[in-house]
């Protein structure tokens, strides 16, 4: 037993070490960029770059249109089955799945052949139009782990009871959707949206071949013509991850365990 | 609401046969999942099956197979094929056995309780944090002038691109994806490894098993399906893969994602039905994968309830 705990040791340390190593040296790397001493001037000229700003706010626009399409979707689909159609449940699960199986480079070819500027439903004719696909594209892409985090949250409450009585009181099934299971369950769906953030904020492939404004490619842009400027924008999309997923363990905090069944 | 208390009340004054009732409910009871399934059609399925219809069709629309088979007879793609094909499978496999070395170490090692929650929290962030930054960390550290790189240089006097060091190469594509395929790997075998019952153990110990054949003929046989379907997960995750590669060397890496997007961008194979047929082998080869995903995880969650 004593060796065991020896080699977790040895493990813990060396996977430790390969994962902070490339961390700390990109910290390091972006405070070099004034010679010989440490300075935060990477960081000054990334965010004050007027295109960080424009591109970052984009980003962050997409990400919310993003959000609120996919709760649109998945919310009222994962209720529906839970309620009604459990026998569903496999193929819904099994669609949700696909963008797993689908790589997104796929996904936003077939966008382009399909909802060309002289196609039936020209998407990518306007501007706001290729704004919108690149929204629907993004809740396509958050749809596993979207549809995952409202499904687990449906399952920690009474789905039945609660649409019984909120019936017997007269609420609509729009009333009980917006006013009584989306509150129930707003920590999971919360998780899945801050997950969904951290995917879509810093997205490349779509965002560049619908030929976007936003953070993936500008990302991209600076990461072939600079130095110091992509290990700084580095650390600020580890931190905006780091964050994302810490806020995602704070709710988890929140969240109740088990359905509270009347016995 | 309103129909179906309606519904309701015919049912409960007149009581209809099953099946007529069955047949009056059911468009009401479709129209709660028909926004997702047309979202799904539109945005999902139609314009894979788009492509994989394109696949199969020669430039006036007629059937052909051409496209398939030039996928194997030119050279460039179906060396970038076999590129993709052992990037993933090396980090997958890789990825696999070091996340579950690190997930056995902090569940089952001894080790002090911080080190179990610590991991799985950088885990979910380290499996997420991929494409473009990424690279940069790791140009950062092992590039040319990076930390890590000028350090083994000035104080070991090692020059590792005198070595034959390169991000373009495969082994030095996996050493990057790895650090988000060993997070990734932690992340779903953990929960795995926590499904081991101690009463297993006991019972194994009650009937006089050393160690080694506890792990061999218990720990081992109940991992190893959701051990092999995650190595899948992974493959399927690193076959996608585009940005991190692209942030290394642009276009100019021969793997089939960054050839699709080339060919997307620029038409360079002069060939728009060849880009269908690079994507639909795309799909066929995460699909099978995710096939195999799919079979293994029904055989592990017999035993992990």
């Given at each position: 037993?004593?060796?065991?705990r ?23 790397f ?24 424009a591109t970052?706010l ?12 996919g709760?649109?979707?998945v919310?009222?689909t994962?209720y529906?089955?839970r309620l ?11 669609i ?6 689908i790589?997104?480079i796929?996904i ?9 500027s ?10 706001m139009?290729?704004?919108a696909?690149l ?9 596993p782990?979207?549809?995952?985090a409202?499904?687990t949250?449906l ?5 039945r ?5 909120a ?12 006013r009584?299971?989306?509150?129930n ?6 998780s ?14 779509m ?9 993936g ?5 600076i990461?072939?013509n600079?130095?110091?400027e ?9 931190a ?17 365990k ?6 | 609401m309103?129909?179906l208390?309606l ?27 028909a ?21 199969f ?5 007629q ?8 996928l194997?007879?030119?050279?460039s ?11 993933s ?10 996340g579950l070395a690190i997930?056995?170490a902090?569940?089952?090692?001894g ?27 790791f ?6 002038v990076?930390i890590v790189?000028t350090l ?20 030095g ?13 932690v ?12 009463e297993?153990?006991e ?10 054949q ?7 046989p109940?991992?190893w399906?959701?051990f092999?379907?995650?190595?899948i ?9 585009i ?12 793997i089939?994602?960054i ?7 620029g ?9 269908y ?12 994968a ?8 029904t055989?592990s ?5």
């Amino acid at each position: 037993m004593k060796s065991g705990r020896f080699w977790a040791w040895v493990v813990f340390i060396l996977g430790a070490a390969y994962f902070f190593i490339p961390l700390l040296a990109t910290v390091e790397f972006s405070l070099r960029m004034r010679r010989g001493v440490h300075s935060f001037d990477a960081y000054q000229i990334v965010l004050g770059d007027p295109r960080f700003q424009a591109t970052f706010l984009y980003s962050v626009i997409a990400a919310v249109f993003t959000i609120i399409l996919g709760v649109l979707v998945v919310v009222p689909t994962a209720y529906w089955i839970r309620l009604r159609l459990p026998q569903l449940r496999p193929i819904v699960e099994f669609i949700t799945l696909l963008p797993l199986v689908i790589p997104a480079i796929v996904i936003v070819f077939g966008y382009i052949r399909m909802y060309g500027s002289n196609s039936p439903l020209p998407f990518l004719g306007s501007n706001m139009g290729a704004n919108a696909l690149l929204v629907i594209g993004y809740a396509t892409l958050a749809l596993p782990y979207m549809y995952r985090a409202v499904d687990t949250g449906l399952r920690t409450i009474d789905v039945r009871t609660l649409t019984e009585a909120a019936q017997i009181l007269g609420a609509g099934w729009g009333t009980i959707i917006g006013r009584v299971i989306l509150p129930n369950v707003l920590i999971a769906v919360l998780s899945g949206a801050f997950l969904t953030f951290a995917i879509v904020i810093g997205e490349f492939t779509m965002a560049s071949l619908l030929n976007r404004p936003a953070f993936g490619p500008y990302l991209q842009n600076i990461g072939a013509n600079r130095a110091y400027e992509p290990a700084a924008l580095a650390v600020i999309a580890f931190a905006i991850t780091w964050g994302c997923m810490s806020l995602i363990q704070i709710l988890s905090r929140f969240a109740p365990k088990s359905a509270n069944r009347p016995n | 609401m309103t129909d179906l208390s309606l519904s309701n009340q015919t049912m409960a004054a007149k009581p209809a046969p099953p099946n007529a009732a069955a047949a009056f409910r059911l468009p009401t009871q479709w129209i709660g999942v028909a926004p997702f399934f047309i979202f799904a059609l539109m945005f999902l399925i139609l314009p894979t099956l788009y492509l994989v219809v394109g696949a199969f069709q020669g430039r006036e629309g007629q059937f052909t197979l051409d496209n398939i088979l030039q996928l194997v007879s030119d050279p460039s793609i179906s060396n970038s094929y076999w590129v993709s094909i052992k990037i993933s499978f090396w980090s997958a496999i890789l990825g696999a056995f070091a996340g579950l070395a690190i997930a056995i170490a902090i569940v089952r090692g001894g080790l002090p309780g911080w080190t179990r929650s610590a991991t799985l929290t950088f885990s979910g962030v380290a499996s997420n944090f991929a494409g473009l930054p990424l690279a940069f960390a790791f140009i950062a550290t092992l590039g040319r002038v990076g930390i890590v790189t000028t350090l083994l240089r000035d104080v070991l006097n090692i020059n590792i691109y005198a070595m034959g060091f390169n991000f373009l190469t495969t082994s030095g594509l996996i050493a990057v994806y790895l650090f988000f395929q060993i997070p990734l790997m932690v992340v779903i075998i953990v929960p795995a490894i926590d499904g081991l019952k101690k009463e297993w153990g006991e019972a194994a110990a009650t009937l006089g098993a050393t160690q080694w054949q506890y792990w061999r003929m218990v720990v081992i046989p109940v991992i190893w399906p959701s051990f092999l379907g995650t190595v899948i997960l992974l493959f399927a995750n690193a076959f996608g893969a585009i940005a991190t590669a692209y942030a290394f060397a642009g276009p100019a890496l021969n793997i089939v994602p960054i050839k699709l997007y080339s060919q997307i961008n620029g038409d360079v194979l002069h060939n728009p039905q060849l880009g269908y047929a690079i994507a639909f082998g795309m799909i066929v080869i995460t699909g099978l994968a995710n096939v195999f995903y799919i079979w293994f995880r029904t055989r592990s969650e017999r035993w992990l309830k």
